[in-house]
């Protein structure tokens, strides 16, 4: 096939977007990119006439030592077996204002593509390329988008380091002599004749207990909780208790007594 297309944009800006896969795939008409594909991949729906067929496939870009760009393409129907396969060149050449796109190549298809008329075949292939040439077009004339800032590195000044606070200086030497002077602290406890009475008897009461029975064990001594006071209240009826049991042990007696004078 050849064809030409006049889009009103200068050559400079095309080649710009064609060397760019993402802007390219932003013109193709209704491609349906995949998650994880290469940049102008995915699925195409291709109106024929009546009929539409999906594909999904590959194109490929490349510029070339002329100037042209070399146009690579293979894809394969999404219900069915039938694939469709082309290589295109593409030059730019100023116009009036404007840039004409020529377009040549060959194409080989198999498929349900085959069961159409050839003429509503390339009715359809020319649509197609016209629109992608309007969209990349509309693609190129958009302004460049500004590269990111860089990002600011924090500046590393110099900062003077004052001296060790514990380092000796020769303006105070009163200083060294009183730091020599002090004994340590640990010599002093080394030197302790006995433990204090409480450590002592912590001592004592840990000897022959496990861990855990020192970590949930309560605190003794001093430090031990004071327990609570205890009330018990007086019920009324234990009161009369006492004195009624005694008075009916007292008329048992007298009763006893009585009958047995009788006898």
Do not use: C
């Not at 993402?22 to 013109?27: D, L, P, T």
């Not at 219900?79 to 116009?95: E, N, P």
């Not at 000796?168 to 004749?193: M, N």
């Amino acid at each position: 096939m050849e064809h030409e297309v006049f889009v009103p944009v200068s050559p400079d800006r095309l080649s710009a977007a064609l060397a760019d896969p993402e802007r390219v795939a932003r013109a193709v008409p209704g491609l349906q990119q995949e998650a994880g594909a290469e940049p102008v991949a995915g699925r195409l729906k291709v109106r024929i006439g009546s009929h539409s067929i999906t594909y999904r496939g590959t194109l490929r870009i490349a510029a070339q030592d002329d100037g042209s760009y070399a146009v690579e393409g293979d894809a394969t129907e999404t219900r069915g077996t039938g694939s469709v396969k082309f290589a295109l060149t593409v030059r730019l050449r100023d116009h009036d204002g404007g840039t004409t796109l020529t377009v040549q190549g060959t194409a080989s298809a198999d498929g349900r593509i085959t069961e159409q008329p050839a003429e509503t075949v390339h009715s359809a292939v020319i649509r197609l390329v016209n629109r992608t040439a309007e969209n990349l077009a509309a693609v190129a004339a958009e302004p460049a988008a500004p590269p990111p800032p860089p990002e600011e590195q924090p500046a590393v000044r110099d900062t003077e380091v004052p001296p060790a606070a514990l380092a000796p200086t020769a303006d105070e030497p009163d200083r060294v002599d009183e730091a020599a002077e002090e004994p340590p602290v640990a010599q002093d406890f080394a030197e302790a004749a006995e433990p204090p009475a409480e450590a002592a008897h912590a001592r004592r009461t840990m000897i022959g207990r496990s861990a855990e029975e020192v970590d949930h064990a309560p605190p003794r001594g001093r430090y031990a909780p004071v327990p609570a006071p205890q009330t018990i209240a007086q019920n009324p009826a234990l009161r009369w208790a006492a004195p009624a049991a005694a008075l009916v042990v007292a008329t048992a007696i007298v009763l006893g007594r009585a009958l047995r004078r009788r006898r």
